[in-house]
């Protein structure tokens, strides 16, 4: 994973004279140079520790004579330091953004917000940025929501209402729904609103920055160092992007920017000519000619450090009517002469925001030898509530290329390349192939499922010689014998709610608690 600000970061001119010839080979003696890092930590690591003498120890006012670096792609190693004063426990205040009904992930937002969707066996995907804010010691958290928001306040009170931000107790992690006010009497109308209706209590906060981020991404992120290229480029905002290829860069918001990193142009989900128009030469980010020429756009990841009194500023004074960060606010910023600058991530990132994206994001964490996402990470791991399950029990089966969550009772059957999520249950003969189980929410008891077999219902799990392929078997469902959920018509669209189930992009999706009754093909 590479991470880098983009900015001008200026180093003492006394580092020309380092004995270290590979620092020696990047530096010549013009005023200014961009240097372009790759990703080794040689390269990164001795620039890195250079900063780190100067801000951690030398006076900021030294002005002799400065190089321009342009650090382009700085390896994140896990033991790189940061340097920031104050720390961002106590200057950083972290605000997810729980997004909207979820209209492209349905049926899986029936009866859940976005983020508490559950992910990769264990997890919900608010437990990705919750963690990388808690990895990167930002203990401060609000999560902004209006829909749906049960199973997300269970699951936040459940997984982080205890031990967060030490024995002083200071950190909280603490949902906010849309509410109607005297001065606001309409839910949250966009992104830059929802921070706006509850910018009142964001102020309270003695806190420099405001780290906005969504809550239905995937990708692990060392919020500190973005922190600090934020402070260390004097940004209003700072934006994190990443390079993006043709096909996927009309869904996103596009930048340019100068040698600085500075933003100078921005185009919210530009098509057509408008889209030819935001194309740049993603060399500048360290990126080799071939990886630049398939990746050939900056796009904003939708994550935001923004200094406390610019959003205050933007929010309440220059944008008032301005509903949304992306398409408004950054634009205007930069319209008006503020400082918004870039900051590159390289790393993985997924942005789920369909079910197509979903099921491949959930996926991809099985793939050899290294999965897409790795949840085994021992500087940065991911949390979420503790459920105290017994370790998963396997009975005759042939599992292979899978992941296989906590608390399951999977007996003589055959999985390949899946995600099995808590508590499933899968009965003999069965075969699944490809597909996700989010699992279940309880155990029945043997009397439960004997009950419910002999009066001609269907215990929840899958039941006896199933064959199941390409879907996503949502929580509770209940799948009977000789069920087929293979698509064989590869049917790419249909909405069959009363049958307990949708199609999307191919891909068969069972409703949370639906029931499929035995001998079913799909």
């Known amino acids: 994973m590479i991470m880098a600000a983009i900015g001008a970061l200026r180093i003492p001119a006394s580092l020309t004279t380092s004995s270290s010839s590979n620092v020696k080979s990047k530096v010549n003696t013009s005023h200014y140079q961009s240097l372009a890092f790759s990703s080794s930590n040689l390269s990164g690591d001795k620039i890195q520790s250079a900063l780190l003498n100067r801000r951690c120890g030398s006076s900021f006012n030294d002005r002799r004579t400065p190089i321009v670096v342009s ?42 917000a976005k983020p508490a969707v559950p992910l990769g066996a264990n997890y919900r995907l608010i437990d990705i940025p919750v963690s990388n804010c808690l990895n990167s010691n930002i203990s401060k958290i609000y999560v902004l929501t209006q829909f749906n928001s ?14 967060m931000g030490g024995y002083k107790n200071e950190g909280f992690v603490e949902v906010l729904a849309a509410q109607q006010s005297p001065e606001n009497p309409n839910w949250f109308q966009g992104t830059a609103d929802a921070v706006r209706q509850y910018l009142w209590l964001f102020e309270e906060h003695n806190v420099l920055e405001f780290l906005v981020l969504a809550g239905d991404h995937l990708y692990r992120m060392d919020y500190e160092r973005f922190i600090q290229a934020h402070r260390e480029t004097d940004a209003d905002i700072t934006v994190a992007a990443l390079p993006m290829d043709e096909k996927r860069a009309t869904a996103f918001g596009l930048m340019k920017i100068d040698e600085e990193g500075r933003i100078t142009e921005f185009a919210e989900k530009p098509k057509g000519e408008q889209l030819k128009a935001m194309k740049v030469d993603t060399t500048i980010l360290g990126l080799d000619d071939e990886r630049a020429k398939e990746m050939p756009y900056i796009a904003s990841m939708g994550i935001y450090v923004v200094s406390k009194d610019a959003m205050i500023d933007l929010l309440g004074e220059k944008f008032p009517g301005a509903n949304d960060f992306g398409s408004e606010v950054i634009p205007g910023a930069t319209s008006i002469g503020m400082r918004v600058q870039a900051y590159l991530y390289d790393g993985y990132w997924e942005d789920i925001g369909t079910i197509e994206a979903f099921y491949n994001a959930n996926l991809g964490i099985t793939k050899k030898p290294v999965p897409d996402f790795s949840f085994y990470d021992r500087s940065a791991p991911i949390y979420t509530q503790p459920r105290y399950l017994p370790p998963s029990k396997m009975l005759d089966a042939d599992v292979t290329d899978s992941v296989i969550g906590e608390g399951c009772v999977i007996k003589n059957c055959k999985i390949h390349h899946s995600v099995i999520g808590l508590r499933s249950c899968i009965s003999e003969g069965a075969i699944i192939e490809d597909t996700l189980l989010m699992g279940a929410d309880y155990y029945e008891t043997d009397a439960d499922r004997r009950f419910l077999t002999a009066k001609g219902s269907v215990p929840i799990g899958i039941g006896k010689n199933s064959h199941i392929k390409r879907a996503i078997i949502d929580k509770n469902a209940r799948i009977g014998d000789n069920v087929k959920i293979i698509n064989s018509d590869s049917v790419q669209e249909a909405a069959r709610e009363t049958d307990g189930y949708f199609i999307k992009s191919g891909i068969v999706t069972v409703i949370k608690d639906a029931l499929i009754p035995s001998g079913t093909v799909i």
């Open 71 to 112: 650090p382009k792609a700085v390896s994140d190693s896990k033991n790189s330091q940061t340097c920031l004063d104050p720390d961002a426990s106590r200057s950083v205040l972290g605000i997810i953004l729980g997004g909207g009904a979820g209209t492209r992930l349905y049926p899986l937002t029936k009866k859940r």
């Open 150 to 163: 049960a199973s997300l306040n269970r699951h936040l009170s459940r997984a982080y209402a205890s031990n």
